[in-house]
């Protein structure tokens, strides 16, 4: 099960060279596991040149071997607002997602209709091009269109049934999205039980004051902690998204070995590198 951390920054002592460490939370799984992080400076800018001889890890006090060390590449599942309501929104939702997708890396990215919780429009095996073609090609959705969030939880199934350790379901609103469709069925457990975080980036009106319990999209990104931004005008997508596409870049993956039979207890990363931290994204 994916595990938050806590934000707490600790410091090892007794080590030659003082690493900076987080606690990645509990890990429950034999075998190799992989903690998401990011390394930022004492600035707080983030730092990527970083190999995998300079990791540290420990799960329940006792030291681990890292395995591999890359820049997170999981999936993500983009998923469009074309809800006809607002048709006038769609080209700048269109062509920010166009912005985002270019500049994720070299990532599996589905791509979803808000209005439909059926089949992805683009897979997750789909080449960058075809999705980009796809992309192009989308149209406002039907009046008749399922509740928003069965997008979502088809989503979160796609990037499920990719088995990646981690995952994310990036939304791209024109509004908001009533929640009354909460209070039915488990679709939000479905969300929640996949383990994709779920950001969105959503135009709210200039002076609107809306309850965030009252905006699906808002209870969804804040449950699957997720990050939710809300900006206030559509020209304001491509500046939004372009922050989320730099968060994502400076993800690393840190792979570790566990022997076997060894318990489980709480796993943390630290960096060999002096006025370096850690800053811990969950532990899979």
């Given at each position: 099960?994916?595990?938050?951390v806590?934000?707490v920054?600790?410091?090892?002592?007794?080590?030659?060279?003082l690493?900076s460490?987080?606690?990645?939370?509990?890990?429950?799984t034999?075998g190799?596991?992989t903690?998401?992080a990011?390394?930022?400076?004492?600035?707080?800018r983030?730092?990527?040149?970083?190999?995998?001889?300079?990791?540290?890890?420990?799960e329940?006090?006792?030291p681990?071997?890292v395995?591999?060390?890359?820049v997170?590449d999981?999936?993500?599942?983009?998923?469009l607002?074309?809800?006809?309501?607002?048709?006038?929104?769609l080209?700048?939702?269109l062509a920010?997602?166009?912005?985002f997708?270019?500049?994720?890396?070299?990532?599996?990215?589905?791509l979803l209709?808000?209005?439909?919780?059926?089949?992805p429009?683009?897979?997750l095996?789909?080449?960058?091009?075809?999705?980009?073609?796809?992309l192009?090609?989308?149209?406002?959705?039907?009046?008749?269109?399922?509740?928003?969030?069965?997008?979502?939880?088809?989503?979160?199934?796609?990037?499920?049934?990719?088995?990646?350790p981690?995952?994310?379901?990036v939304i791209v609103?024109?509004s908001?999205?009533?929640a009354t469709?909460?209070?039915r069925?488990?679709?939000?457990?479905?969300?929640?039980?996949?383990?994709?975080?779920?950001h969105?980036?959503?135009?709210?009106?200039a002076?609107?004051?809306l309850?965030?319990q009252a905006?699906?999209?808002h209870?969804v990104?804040d449950?699957?902690?997720?990050?939710?931004?809300?900006i206030f005008?559509?020209?304001?997508?491509?500046?939004?998204?372009?922050r989320?596409?730099?968060r994502?870049?400076?993800e690393?993956m840190?792979?570790?070995?566990v022997?076997?039979?060894?318990?489980?207890?709480?796993?943390?990363?630290?960096?060999?590198?002096?006025?370096?931290?850690?800053?811990?994204?969950?532990?899979?």
């Amino acid at each position: 099960m994916h595990r938050l951390v806590r934000s707490v920054v600790l410091v090892a002592v007794g080590m030659g060279v003082l690493p900076s460490w987080v606690e990645a939370g509990q890990a429950s799984t034999p075998g190799s596991r992989t903690v998401l992080a990011a390394v930022v400076n004492g600035q707080g800018r983030p730092v990527v040149d970083i190999g995998l001889d300079d990791f540290v890890v420990t799960e329940g006090g006792q030291p681990r071997d890292v395995l591999d060390v890359h820049v997170a590449d999981y999936p993500l599942a983009v998923v469009l607002d074309d809800r006809p309501e607002s048709i006038a929104s769609l080209p700048a939702v269109l062509a920010s997602a166009r912005r985002f997708i270019q500049r994720v890396g070299e990532r599996p990215v589905a791509l979803l209709r808000l209005t439909d919780g059926g089949a992805p429009v683009a897979s997750l095996e789909d080449e960058r091009a075809a999705v980009l073609e796809h992309l192009a090609a989308m149209t406002p959705g039907g009046q008749s269109a399922p509740e928003p969030l069965e997008s979502i939880a088809r989503a979160a199934a796609t990037l499920q049934g990719s088995g990646a350790p981690f995952s994310a379901v990036v939304i791209v609103a024109a509004s908001a999205v009533d929640a009354t469709a909460l209070v039915r069925g488990e679709l939000l457990p479905r969300i929640l039980d996949s383990g994709a975080a779920v950001h969105v980036v959503q135009v709210r009106a200039a002076g609107a004051e809306l309850d965030p319990q009252a905006d699906l999209l808002h209870v969804v990104a804040d449950q699957s902690h997720g990050q939710f931004t809300a900006i206030f005008s559509t020209v304001s997508f491509d500046a939004a998204l372009d922050r989320l596409a730099d968060r994502l870049a400076i993800e690393m993956m840190v792979q570790y070995l566990v022997p076997p039979g060894a318990p489980t207890g709480d796993v943390r990363v630290g960096v060999r590198v002096p006025g370096n931290r850690v800053v811990g994204l969950g532990v899979k």
